[in-house]
């Protein structure tokens, strides 16, 4: 039973208009009648009992999805943009809510779930604003035979699942594009925090939203339920935002069907100090890419790789700023670290630092889990690691902070690069040329220059290599949900 008297009023009176059904053409329903728990990973409390849908409750979003898409991809774009931009305004005017929400179902800080509430809404602003520039191409053959008329379409029902890292951000930068490109979609979130995305289309639905543009079931049997979705010949478009393992997976799923695929998967993000840099804002850097949101970030810095001759100066300035950090729940005032997301997640934590220090690494700070309840990990710093350290192979997904250093810039780049991963980068440097050359030469599909923070809903989000396909965001973000049409007018004889 879910005690709404161990949370504050403010909490226990959220809780308690969060729906817990599925949506479905427009509907709220228990679906098959199974019910999924969902806990605060900071004391291990129930939040909420919501419907945990059966792949039969999955097809019937699909045919919501498909019965919808026609109407919606006829309806004017101007109109998309603005139910769109009334979400963005709804969002703010709730922000709150969604922020605190957020804080309670995932463990963030709640100044960082306030700085998600914005970013998240940033992709409605954007996208809202890109539905009204869909555009194409009209000119002559080279041959002067005729015209070329190129077009966008909307590419059809879309099958959307998305993580638990970011359950606001990581459901609108899904969303809000398919939406503007004229799309319908059914949306799975999470099992372990799906309770934002709940929140998130009854405000799409308070915005005016038809009935089965958007549909949501939440399940903890995802491979169940996802797999005749994607099966299904009607679907058009697959996004998944999660691990390598299981993007691979569903890659080999959406072959059958050639579907289109966006894959935002896994990072082993490389943070580059070189001696010339400004080692002040080097560790704000290192602070702001490793330990927001926990580490629990595709695009957290996982190795640090820190010329020689200013390693140990690194290493001890990002020491005492990580001894400063204060760990606990998400809403107490001065929490800077928040719990993981659960009791796995932390013994996967302890597991790498532990192979780091068998191997000889030095331990700084951190180490442990501290005493009491809740899924909590101290924020650790580790220098000296070994080069086959699992650390450095391996996405961390927690506040662990590695550092090996190098000698030159090319045993930079050499380490940099030796993964499977290229999702992003980061590189602290003085000299504007070096700069440019790890531009070039680092094989990621985003790089931070000078900055531990990248993210902007207005710039393409996306890696290379098995870091994943496609990108969000951007101008590019909407072009994920069109497909190209060409059309050719011959030339009339005279």
């Known amino acids: 039973m879910i005690d709404l008297a161990t949370f504050t009023a403010q909490e226990a009176e959220l809780l308690a208009r969060v729906p817990s059904g599925l949506y479905i053409n427009g509907v709220w329903e228990q679906g098959s009648g199974a019910l999924l728990d969902v806990t605060d990973p900071a004391t291990g409390d129930m939040l909420a009992r919501i419907a945990d849908a059966a792949p039969e409750d999955g097809m019937r979003a699909l045919d919501a999805a498909v019965a919808a898409a026609e109407k919606w991809a006829a309806t004017p774009a101007r109109v998309r943009g603005e139910i769109l931009r009334r979400a963005f305004d709804l969002l703010q005017e709730r922000r709150d809510d969604f922020a605190l929400l957020m804080t309670l179902e995932m463990g963030k800080p709640l100044a960082e779930a306030n700085g998600e509430v914005t970013y998240g809404g940033e992709f409605l602003r954007w996208f ?104 299904d010949p009607r679907l058009r478009k697959l996004s998944f935002t999660g691990s390598t393992a299981v993007g691979r997976t569903l890659i080999a799923q959406s072959a059958e069907g050639v579907l289109r695929t966006s894959m935002e998967l896994g990072g082993n993000a490389p943070f580059l100090v070189f001696a010339d840099a400004d080692l002040d804002l080097a560790v704000e850097g290192a602070m702001l890419a490793k330990f927001r949101n926990m580490g629990q970030a595709c695009t957290a810095a996982n190795r640090f790789i820190v010329q ?187």
């Open 128 to 231: 809202s604003e890109e539905a009204v520039r869909i555009s194409g191409r009209y000119g002559p053959t080279p041959e002067g035979t005729g015209t070329m008329v190129v077009t966008q379409r909307p590419v059809g029902p879309c099958f959307l699942i998305t993580p638990w890292n970011f359950p606001l951000a990581m459901a609108t930068r899904k969303i809000a594009p398919a939406l503007a490109a004229g799309c319908t979609v059914v949306v799975k979130p999470a099992e372990l925090t799906p309770l934002t995305t709940l929140l998130f289309v009854q405000l799409l639905e308070d915005a005016g939203l038809p009935a089965g543009v958007v549909n949501v079931i939440t399940t903890s049997s995802s491979q169940a339920v996802a797999a005749p979705i994607i099966a």
């Open 308 to 494: 020689e001759s200013v390693a140990e100066e690194f290493a001890q300035r990002l020491t005492d700023r990580v001894s400063a950090l204060r760990v606990g729940r998400g809403t107490e005032a001065g929490v800077n670290i928040g719990p993981l997301i659960n009791d796995r997640a932390v013994s996967n934590t302890q597991a790498l630092v532990q192979d780091a220090l068998d191997k000889g690494a030095v331990l700084r700070v951190g180490g442990g889990r501290p005493d009491g309840p809740g899924s909590f990990f101290k924020p650790t710093v580790l220098s000296n690691l070994s080069p086959n350290s699992a650390l450095l192979s391996q996405e961390i997904f927690g506040p662990v902070l590695g550092i090996i250093s190098f000698t030159d810039e090319a045993e930079a780049i050499r380490m940099a690069n030796a993964t499977e991963y290229g999702l992003i980068s980061y590189v602290f440097t003085q000299d504007l040329k070096r700069g440019q050359r790890m531009i070039d030469q680092l094989d990621t599909g985003m790089m931070g220059l000078n900055t531990g923070l990248v993210s902007n809903a207005a710039a393409p989000f996306g890696g290379v290599k098995q870091s994943g396909l496609g990108r969000e965001g951007g101008l590019e973000g909407i072009h994920e949900y069109l497909s190209t049409k060409y059309t050719l007018i011959p030339q009339e004889k005279s």
